[in-house]
């Protein structure tokens, strides 16, 4: 394409040579073969009309910026003019910045930028998904999205329009309103809903927004359309009747567990084999009501009210004991290293909770807490060099945060700010900084929002904006460890802290409602709404993908749908 630019220009120049102009074209010295001046190359003049801009690129994403330009590897401040296209491939996405706002594209995504009228600005795409915040349209001006099925309209907007596998449409808003035309029918979406057209037909009635789609807003959560949770594409999905709570994915990600429970009937932990399709039964006792994976995934530790055991996963049992004096026992956790449990127990008259750890068949049990109070809710640092436990006097609610050696030697304790005792606390991945539920004046000691501890940095606790008066729990870091800040669109001049990028996620509610939020410290403002579901996320082997869980009805009638999601494996440019 450039060589036959340059052709055109340089024929036209010597016309105009030809013509004893008073002033020509800018020329280069005479050559030595034929005496004459040559004139230099020059750039084409740019297309008129509007123009796109490559913000940043994840993995594999092409673009030609002009509709005859033959596809190139796009890169971050690349133009794309009228008819120019961006590709995003398997595993990838872009973002791509207009006059107008700026889009999200997901993987397996191609959008052509187009302008039909002077009035409008439109993306065309054939199959994938987009997501668009659509800012400063002009007096008069559209922004539009097309798809073989229906066409998108706004006039200022945070959107997304999404092909479905049988043809088909779907848009969903987060904010403002959006016009779906399909048929010769157009109806309006408002903010928190979606409609669906099938192909060839009209848009159906808009009515709220589904999990689902909700879900896959992580991949554009904020005005920057920033990645919080980038899950994408089709999930799968099994719906369990009753409550199902507690999940686990073993490491390897074949087998899915969770505690089911429903009324008048038998409750326990259900294992699916998601390889064959099946539950397994007899692998764990049916008193069991906590459990984890080892870190290998071969063994899973358990508790019931009277003991502490480990079983394969073939079933066969490898070890189980108690603890002298003890009445009652929590769920245990692995180390790190897979050599230790740790795990709380009530031990002595009166009983008191008290945290122990042991080998996996009971050896070398050492109770790492003495003294008055009571003992709670211990979890492993992400390395294994440290505790975290909360202490709260007989009866209370409000406790301290300690955190202990392997040892049970203190290191650090936080006693001028109440938390919640019976919630646990989460270590950032890097272990920098714990999260924890503070305690509030409602039943239970509920109401005290969320807090962030940094540990390096004096231990001094602050609360997250919007957490205020509600109830934090399911305490959840970024189930892969954390999108790199350098990935995150900052308001104009901020710079991301460092330590930042491990995005946040709990399941906070009050009276009337409850659903997933998320923060990201030192990179958002406060706590942001994320999607309905009632537990999630739980990230499966490699961040391949995550799983939400979503409980519906009552009683009898209550079933959980648990969804798996493809995650998007983000990296530095």
Known sequence: MKGRWVMMIVLLAALLAGCGGEEGPATSPPTEQTGAATPLPTEPPAPEGPTATVVDVVNEVDAHALPEAEWVEAVADMTIYLGGEVWAKEASTARVGLEEGMVRVAPNTIFTFAQPDPDTVRLTMQEGQVWVNVEGLRPGETFEVETPAAVASVRGTRFSVRTTPDGGTTVSVLEGTVTVSAAGVEVEVKAGQEVAVPPGGPPGDPGPMSIPEQLRWGMAADTYLNPVLPVFGEPEWITQTGHASHPHCSPDGRYLTYFNYRENTAKGYMIYDREANTFVEGILPEEAWGMSFHPSG????????????????????????????????????????????????????????HVFKARPDGSDLVQLTSGEGEFAQPVWSPDG???????????????????????????????????LSWVEPAWSPDGSTIAVAGYGEGEYGRGGGLWL??????????????????????????????????????PEGAEPPEGTGWPLFFKMYDEESTGIWWYAPGLTEGATFYADAYWGPVGCPDGEEVLFGYVEGEGEERTTTIYSFPMLPMSSP
């Open 453 to 490: 501890v940094p540990l390096d940095d004096g231990g001094i606790p602050r609360i997250i904006t919007g957490t205020e008066g509600l109830t934090s729990v399911d305490l959840t870091w970024y189930p892969d460890g954390g999108l790199p800040p350098d990935l995150w669109i900052l």
């Open 298 to 353: 071969d063994r899973i530790a358990y508790n019931t009210d009277n003991e502490i055991g480990v079983v394969g996963l073939d079933g066969s049992l490898l070890s189980y004991f108690t603890v002298p004096g003890a009445t009652f026992y929590f769920p245990p956790h692995w180390s790190p290293d897979g050599e230790w449990l740790l795990f709380q127990a009530l031990v002595g008259a009166p009983s008191r909770s």
């Open 385 to 419: 060099d440290s505790i975290a436990y909360f202490r709260s006097e007989e009866n209370s609610k409000a406790a301290e945060l300690w955190i202990v050696s392997p040892d049970g030697v203190p290191r650090t304790v936080i006693t001028d700010t109440a938390f």
